[in-house]
C-alpha cells in the first residue's frame, strides 16, 4: 500500500465514522474540519491533488469533503501559509 493508498483509506474511514451526521453535506463538513485541523499540510495537499486528478477510491462523502477542504483553502493552494495544525 503506498501514500496515496494509506490518505484515501484514512479520509473514507473518517467519513464513515461521521455518516451518524446524517446528511452527507453534513458529514462531508465534519469530515473537512477534521482534515483542516489535523492533517499536515502535504497530506492535505496531496488529498486535494488526488481528488481533483482521479479520486476513484473516495467514498461519496469523503470527495464532498475534500471539495469543501479546497473551498476553504483558496486562498492558501499551496498550504505552505499555514501551520500542520490548521
Known sequence: MNEMDTLVR??????IN???HG???LAAEAVAMHLKKFWARRMKQQIIDYAENDGG???PVSLLAVVRLRNMSDEVRDWSDTSDAG
Open 10 to 15: 484514512m479520509v473514507n474511514q473518517i467519513s
Open 18 to 20: 461521521n455518516r451518524h
Open 57 to 59: 477510491a473516495l467514498e
Open 23 to 25: 446528511e452527507d453535506a
